[in-house]
């Protein structure tokens, strides 16, 4: 039985899937912030990456003891953007076992895709919306787009303090529309979300963990972050505390993404760029 891994050294999270020809084996998550501060320096701070780089030691320790036979580790958005990011995947190839691979906005769109829609059944045309840390992510069946803000670059850029004033949230929504304003429309018979944000926002707003959300659901959920500060926001019994530093900037994202593309309710599924990595090495065995 071939057992693989894919780990996604994201702007906020390290995340992690092992999966063999039976399924899943174990997922994992660990926010780390490696991403912070990239908008503004340009580089990975030291702090980021020694925040990061044990976490990526316990990833390859995890990755032997399952048996992983294969394994393949993509960077995203902070890396992207970051000029010493080399010197960070030297590392990483030391602790993890595998180089990281830098891909595009447009490949990690395509990733997410195959991995949230995979045994999906909703109304067509899909569209799957990837809120990272630094970008957000669209994809249809024909086109993919990735969009240089997430809910890292939006709180470092608008919504530095908390509670947020209502100057401050107007002009953090005013960003995230202005810049999906300019992509071109398209026809959304289901909305799917994926990464943190978006599988944050139902329990955020009901405090279950349900599978869908409603555009007035998110709405609600941003007015409620607004009102609170990092440490308030830290103790909702539903939200992973690593969060909630960026979380309404998240929220705020997903708010403006159902404006945009007119979708009154949002899917949420796990399922996203880990399981297109998966598939991958799996389908090339």
């Known amino acids: 039985m071939t057992r693989v891994a894919a780990v996604d050294i994201g702007t906020n999270s390290m995340r992690m899937l092992i999966a063999d020809d039976g399924g899943e084996v174990g997922r994992w998550e660990v926010v780390t912030g490696l991403g912070r501060g990239v908008d503004r ?3 990975l701070s030291d702090a980021g990456m020694g925040a990061t780089l044990p976490v990526l030691g316990d990833y390859g320790q995890l990755m032997d003891r399952h ?3 294969r394994r393949r580790a993509i960077a995203t958005s902070a890396s992207r953007d970051a000029a010493n990011r080399e010197v960070f995947f030297d590392m990483v190839e030391e602790t993890l076992g595998v180089r990281p691979e830098l891909i595009t906005g447009t490949q990690e769109a395509r990733l997410a895709y195959a991995g949230a829609t995979a045994g999906f059944s909703g109304p067509g045309p899909w569209l799957v919306s990837d809120i990272g840390g630094g970008s957000t992510e669209f994809v249809t069946a024909d086109t993919a787009v990735s969009v240089d803000i997430g809910s890292v670059r939006l709180t470092e850029r608008a919504l530095p303090e908390r509670p947020a004033t209502g100057h401050r949230l107007d002009e953090a929504r005013s960003l995230v529309t ?9 026809l959304v018979g289901s909305l799917i979300g994926v990464a943190g944000t978006w599988t944050e926002l139902p329990g955020l707003a009901t405090g279950r963990d349900e599978p869908t959300i409603t555009a007035s659901a998110v709405t609600g959920v941003v007015e409620m972050l607004a009102g609170l500060t990092v440490e308030e926001t830290a103790r909702l019994p539903t939200l992973n505390p690593d969060r ?4 309404l900037g998240g929220a705020v994202i997903a708010e403006a993404v159902m404006g945009w593309c007119h979708a009154p309710l949002a899917h949420v599924t796990v399922h996203d760029t880990l399981d297109g990595v998966v598939m991958g090495l799996l389908a090339s065995v």
């Open 67 to 69: 048996g992983v036979t």
């Open 178 to 186: 202005g810049l999906l304003a300019a992509l071109e429309p398209v």
């Open 244 to 247: 909630a530093g960026v979380i």
């Open 41 to 43: 320096s340009g580089v």
